[in-house]
């Protein structure tokens, strides 16, 4: 049945700079495009450029930031960042907000975050990136140039949204000129090595990505679901030289809600394994103003009021990490 499986999509003919957003190929990506984010809301990409031995040296790469002493990670603490980058340690995030984490449910997983160096508007998630200090510059330089790398396939795929949008295929070219595109690189420890009491814990919640369009990467230990229409759980299972593509709230809410954010989550893996994954959460600049797009726009169907990208994503990390949250606090103070 329609919307049961992740469907794979080969999106050769819409990669790189010059491809012809009139020719047939390009259409026919748009349209596989447009019908798997109105279903499933979630799509494989094969064919989309990047030799396998690059996405294979960025997993070895988090792999060493991982296996850093804990010490060493810590030096990178996300809670001294004003704007959201370095490491997260295991259990520190609660990305289902139904659960509580103090109370000790927190993700199974640890996380390092990193964007572009965008200097001025530091409150505004704009800022420099917090690596542990243990980290040479070439390794720096290589993850940075795979978040460049990452960032350029997304707005190839951004532009074969187009079409189905209503809106001209340069539509994003100024929306993403400060994106506000976080790279996530994410360890999941082996089951075997957690305790009794976090058996049945999830090594990711339950949840909706909160942006635009999330790129995710995985390598081939497994644990991912997402939830169909029908409210079953699907295993998104790794396929050998795809990644994964996926649609935030503020996707679906400018679309009317025809495009769906796909709720997911990650199972411990059973394995003896770590599972790594790395997301890229491809968002437009802070002040981008979004509302309906023009091709979901329909007689006594009321446009999203205009927002402001940025306030939004705040509001939704602010409710993720409690560290913000009472640094909020001491501002208002
Ligand atoms: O690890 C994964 O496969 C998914 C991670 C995820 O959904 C997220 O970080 O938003
Ligand atoms: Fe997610």
């Known amino acids: 049945m329609e919307g049961r499986e992740i469907p794979v999509i080969d999106v050769g003919a819409v990669i790189g ?22 279903t499933i809301g979630f799509f494989y990409i094969t064919n989309f450029g990047v030799a396998d031995d690059l996405m294979n040296r960025t997993l070895l790469l988090a792999r060493q930031l991982f296996d850093l002493p804990l010490e060493e990670k810590e ?17 520190i995030e609660n990305i289902d907000d139904t659960i509580d984490a103090e109370a000790g449910h927190g993700d199974l997983k640890e996380a390092f975050d990193l964007s572009d160096d965008i200097h ?18 070439k390794w ?18 951004l532009r074969a949204f187009t079409p ?34 976090a058996e049945h814990q999830l090594a990711c919640g339950t949840h909706t990505d909160y942006g635009f369009i999330t790129l995710l990467q995985q390598d081939n230990v497994g644990g991912l679901q997402v939830q169909n229409t029908m409210g079953e759980w699907v295993d998104a299972l790794p396929i050998p030289n795809t990644l994964l593509i ?11 809600h025809q495009y769906v954010a796909t709720p997911h989550r990650v199972l411990q893996n059973g394995t003896t394994n770590y599972r790594y994954s790395i997301p890229l959460f491809f968002n437009p600049q802070w002040s981008t103003v979004l509302t309906t797009f023009p091709a979901f ?14 306030e939004h994503l705040t509001a939704r990390l602010n409710a993720t990490y409690s560290h913000r949250r009472e640094e909020k606090v001491k501002d208002s103070a």
């Not at 726009?297 to 940025?310: A, I, T």
């Open 75 to 91: 030096k990178a603490s996300i809670t001294k960042s004003p704007n959201h980058r370095g490491y997260v340690g295991m259990g």
């Open 246 to 256: 996926n649609l935030g709230d503020m996707m679906s809410a400018v679309t009317n």
């Open 140 to 157: 720096r330089n290589e993850m940075m140039d795979h978040y460049h790398r990452m960032c350029k396939l997304c707005m190839s795929i």
């Open 120 to 137: 001025g508007g530091e409150d505004k998630l704009y800022g420099p990136n917090l690596w542990p200090p243990a980290l040479d510059e």
């Open 297 to 310: 726009l329909r007689e006594g169907v009321e446009p999203v009021p205009p927002f402001v990208f940025g």
């Open 164 to 197: 189905s949008l209503g809106v001209s295929p340069d539509h994003f070219e100024e929306m993403y000129e400060r994106p506000l595109a976080a790279l996530r690189l994410l360890r999941y420890p082996p089951s075997k090595s957690t305790n009794k009491k």
């Open 17 to 38: 700079d010059n491809t012809d957003v009139d020719s047939e190929a390009f259409r026919a990506v748009a349209s596989q495009i447009d019908h798997a984010c109105r």
